[in-house]
């Protein structure tokens, strides 16, 4: 008899934290790689954050907390909530977690049940259909390629709801496509979701303030006020506060299931880290304005990155309205021969070669359910990004 849990055979390690992972270990052993793969923000913490950790410790903050948080972090949540989103919500609405895996953890396991649907448009992060999986769930994929801008279409959601469906996940910016859905994107899917009152939405909305020119996002709960009361909002400070080692998400929904999220974390990881909390309050109630500084930065590189893609023999690389990410497909490279005499079948092909043959680390599209493209998040020093897109020009360029 086997001692590992049959329920972990459906399930492959995060191929996002792999990549990352091979990345930092051939730069240890001395290879010259560029990671394009990890999806976290280069830029440090902002000082002033770091300095309530500091005090934080110093206060005293070295001891368990309640599992949703100090009350002083729900209640900027909750004013965060209002003054971004438009949202009311209150405390006992709001659920704060280990990251936003974390808080996607324990909203499905209160409330995945084997067999349930679970609505996922691809590309989607790697996690949603990898967590539903661990509780029975049935990740039912809707292809959205390029051509509809990465985005699902009312049509495509009414055809994927059946009894079954539990859930919609959704994600705008999204990781990895880096497409944000408008106000108008939403309300297409709100319209569709009011006449299906059994299924919720799950809105990741964690890149919501990575976004560039002039993208404007909203909240699905805000789209269609009728959808609140089955709607999880999520986010977190990983992405916008650079903060992803902290270790914060947070969500707010309708209480019943908050609670049964809190019955979850009260028996597993408790709450996060005392002092991370801390400085979440500082930074949800702090100055703002570093979040646009970086954003400037951030979108001078994706359209660096997007212009140098696109200019690679073989590659398509649309410009993303938000995120860290860019999609490009490689459909012009399949089927071609590398130096070597190997040949691209597909996007894992693609990505294995750019990292061989010039040290880029990127990650391929399979991992995000749709082929043939990847994924390069820009979230690096510029010098290093135009660095690493003249090798994947060069690596292109040698292909036969
Ligand atoms: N969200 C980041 C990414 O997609 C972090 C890695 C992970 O947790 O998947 O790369």
């Not at 009311?88 to 996607?104: E, F, L, P, R, T």
């Not at 909390?277 to 646009?292: E, H, K, R, T, W």
Request: net charge negative; charged share 20%; with cysteine.
């Amino acid at each position: 008899m086997a001692f590992i849990a049959e329920r972990l055979s459906a399930i492959k390690p995060s191929p996002t934290i792999s990549v990352s992972q091979k990345a930092r270990e051939l730069k240890i052993a001395g290879q010259d790689v560029i990671s394009l793969g990890a999806g976290e923000p280069d830029f440090d913490t902002p000082p002033h954050i770091i300095e309530a950790a500091k005090k934080a410790l110093d206060d005293g903050y070295t001891r368990y907390t309640s599992v949703n948080g100090i009350p002083e972090l729900q209640e900027a949540i909750v004013a965060k909530f209002k003054r971004e989103n438009d949202l009311d919500y209150s405390a006992d609405q709001v659920h704060v977690s280990c990251g936003g895996k974390s808080v996607i953890f324990n909203a499905m396991m209160a409330s995945v049940d084997p067999g349930d649907e679970i609505i996922i448009p691809a590309p989607y992060w790697v996690s949603y259909p990898a967590i539903p999986l661990f509780f029975g769930g049935k990740p039912v994929i809707v292809d959205c390629p390029a051509e509809n801008g990465f985005k699902m279409t009312g049509e495509q959601l009414e055809a994927a709801i059946t009894p079954k469906t539990k859930w919609l996940i959704m994600n705008s910016p999204s990781n990895p496509s880096g497409a944000g859905y408008t106000h108008d994107d939403l309300k297409e899917l709100s319209d569709v979701l009011v006449r299906h009152d059994h299924v919720w939405v799950f809105t990741d909305d964690i890149y919501e303030r990575l976004i560039y020119d002039n993208f404007k996002f909203t909240a699905m709960a805000r789209v269609e006020p009728g959808l609140k009361d089955r709607t999880l909002t999520m986010n977190g400070m990983s992405k916008a506060y650079c903060m992803t080692g902290w270790r914060v998400g947070y969500a707010a929904g309708p209480v019943e299931l908050i609670k049964a999220m809190t019955k979850i974390q009260s028996q597993s990881i408790s709450h996060t880290a005392a002092i991370s909390q801390v400085a979440s309050v500082a930074a949800l109630n702090g100055p703002q304005d570093f979040i646009a500084e970086n954003n400037k930065v951030f979108k001078d590189r994706r359209d660096l990155v997007v212009s140098m893609l696109n200019q690679a023999s073989g590659l398509s690389c649309p410009t993303p309205e938000g995120a860290f990410y860019v999609y490009p497909s490689c459909a012009g490279t399949i089927g071609k021969k590398t130096p070597n005499g190997n040949t691209i079948s597909n996007d894992e092909d693609f990505v294995t070669y750019i990292l061989e043959s010039e040290g880029v680390a990127a990650v391929h599209g399979e991992a995000f359910g749709l082929s043939p493209y990847f994924r390069i998040s820009y979230a690096t020093a510029t010098e290093l990004l135009e660095e690493a897109c003249q090798r994947i020009q060069r690596a292109c360029a040698a292909l036969s």
